[in-house]
């Protein structure tokens, strides 16, 4: 090779990188390569096809100089019928630079009398290829060549790897680019959702916010309920929102059964729009792509967002980490919904308490003060005249009847269920369920008004799943309270806790019980099988502060 003209082939090379490293616009970047590709080489023409091999069809990306024929119709034959280079490159059988193509589309052109085709009969092709990623075609011809030396064909694979390199880079900052935006939407999304304030709301605005960011035609919400069925609980489609009370098997639900079951994104794909059965019983309407995002709670699937479109590959584009990132945000909201719920509830409760002691302190005394007076004014009065004995008599008696009704308004001020103690309420609930209640407690320290809720709530839910599911009509339960500590035991000895649920841990019950546990610091377990007693543990430490709250509170 002269040594002018491989001094001529790396200015040109330098050139044409200088020119697809100014932007990120793909088509900018393609039409100016093009452009300096046909100026440093001398052809008159060139085209650039972007295919990809899971999508038929071809799209030309960039052109320039092409002749009348091939643009007549608004570039219809460049979209058209594919030609030898395409087909060869699409059954990977173009790996270089290509000498002496006939144009099949250029034949066309002149069978069909479309116009001057400007002296074109050849092109040369090359693929445009980094590393193992492939992108398309380039395409060169010169009016009255229909041979390209083996040089030619060397500089032009060499400016194939600079466009290829550069389209992968275009598309990378793309894909980052679209990556940040969707975050972004993320961002606003989840802004908006942990500005709801009632937990009965979040479902429904939930599906709606998320259909409207993300421009999602089809949104559904699936929890996972207490009688083990994903309940279809809000949907957004046209961008009307519906709050929905249908439920579907675990075994049932398709792709949301996938998701659930195996605690995994599942993105599905196909050319026809299709809905199972069992999901079109519920009002999901036919879709071509869709995606299952499992709903975590500390890697506990609790439910799923199903999402849908008419559309095919809709969601192939978004990334594993972006769909799992707004699955888990959905779910924290729920959480920090549920303990801010809870944190009022919690100043609720210290605020009735607050009232009953204060109740307790200055009212009731005084009432009770009040009748004392009036039972000895009556002894010292009492040969006075028959008028002031009965007056004082019914001072005596309204004094009475007052502190009988104050004493009904403090205890209704207490949490509901507790007006007599802990374990005499959780008796008196099974009680009224037909259940033999045992009792045991061991320990006088008087509770944390939070500490004693969460055991009644614990204990409520245990007792329930005794009689609904133990096949025994009787239940024991254990209370230990210590210094530092509160334990309640609920065991029953019926049929055992079933394989799949001792497996999983899955029920909507037991994630109630364990996350009162975990809210205060505490942690609940749950043991037994096939022959073995069923018990729910649930232990809560009693910090110092609450301490110090109950050894203030006196006994009303």
């Known amino acids: 090779m002269p040594r002018e003209t491989r001094v001529n082939e790396l200015i040109a090379l330098k050139e044409i990188a200088e020119v697809l490293n100014t932007s990120n616009d793909m088509d900018v970047i393609l039409n100016e390569a093009l452009m300096k590709l046909l100026q440093v080489t001398g052809f008159t023409s060139g085209w650039i096809f972007l295919l990809d091999d899971n999508v038929p069809g071809n799209t030309c990306a960039a052109s320039l100089n092409l002749p009348e024929a091939l643009t007549v119709g608004n570039y219809a034959l460049m979209c058209g019928e594919d030609c030898w280079c395409v087909e060869r490159y699409r059954q990977r059988k173009l790996q270089h630079a290509v000498n002496i193509i006939e144009c099949k589309r250029i034949n066309y052109a002149v069978s069909h009398q479309l116009g001057d085709t400007g002296d074109i009969s050849h092109h040369a092709t090359v693929p445009l290829n980094a590393g193992k990623d492939r992108f398309g075609l380039l395409n060169v011809a010169q009016a009255g060549k229909t041979h390209f030396d083996e040089e030619e064909l060397a500089l032009l694979q060499a400016i194939s790897f600079q466009i290829g390199t550069a389209i992968k880079r275009i598309r990378l900052y793309q894909a980052q680019e679209q990556s940040a935006l969707l975050y972004a939407k993320l961002g606003d999304v989840i802004q908006k959702l942990n500005a709801i304030q009632d937990s009965r709301q979040l479902s429904l605005l939930a599906v709606k916010e998320i259909s409207d960011a993300f421009n999602w035609p ?16 809000a949907t957004n489609a046209n961008q009307n929102a519906n709050k929905e009370l249908r439920s579907l098997t675990v075994e049932e639900a398709g792709p949301v059964s996938t998701a659930f079951r195996e605690n995994k994104l599942v993105i599905e794909s196909r050319r026809d729009a299709f809905t199972c059965d069992s999901l079109a019983s519920v009002g999901i309407p036919h879709y071509a792509s869709s995606a299952a995002i499992p709903l975590r709670i500390r890697n506990r699937p609790i439910g799923v967002l199903f999402v849908s479109s008419p559309n095919s590959k809709q969601f192939d584009e978004f990334h594993e980490d972006f769909m799992y990132s707004l699955g888990d945000h959905y779910t924290l909201s729920m959480e920090n919904l549920r303990v801010y719920e809870q944190r009022q509830e919690l100043a609720r409760m210290e605020e009735r308490n607050r009232v009953a002691r204060d109740l307790h302190d200055s009212v009731i005394q005084k009432v009770f003060s009040l009748s004392f007076l009036a039972k000895g004014a009556e002894t010292v009065l009492s040969a006075s005249e028959p008028v002031v004995r009965q007056s004082l008599q019914e001072i005596q008696q309204l004094a009475q009847e007052a502190l009988k009704e104050m004493r009904g308004l403090i205890w209704q001020l207490h ?31 008087e509770l944390h008004r939070a500490v004693e809720e969460a055991l009644w709530r614990i204990g409520q839910e245990a007792i329930n799943n005794i009689r609904k599911h133990a096949g025994t009509n009787a239940a024991h339960i254990r209370l230990v309270k210590t210094e530092t500590f509160a334990c309640i035991e609920i065991m029953d000895k019926g049929k055992g806790l079933a394989p799949e649920t001792r497996k999983s841990g899955l029920t909507m019950g037991m994630m109630s019980m364990r996350e009162r546990a975990e809210s205060l610091g505490g942690q609940l377990t749950i043991t037994g099988g096939k022959g073995k007693p069923t018990i729910v543990k649930a232990e809560i430490p009693i910090k110092p502060a609450e301490l110090e709250v109950c050894n203030g509170e006196e006994d009303l």
């Open 218 to 233: 089809y949104v559904a919400l699936f929890i996972y309920d207490q009688e083990r069925m994903l309940s279809l609980r």
């Open 415 to 445: 949490p509901p269920g507790l007006e007599n103690g802990l374990m005499p309420a959780l008796q008196q609930y099974g009680q009224g369920m037909n259940l033999d209640v045992f009792v045991q407690v061991e320990g006088v320290k």
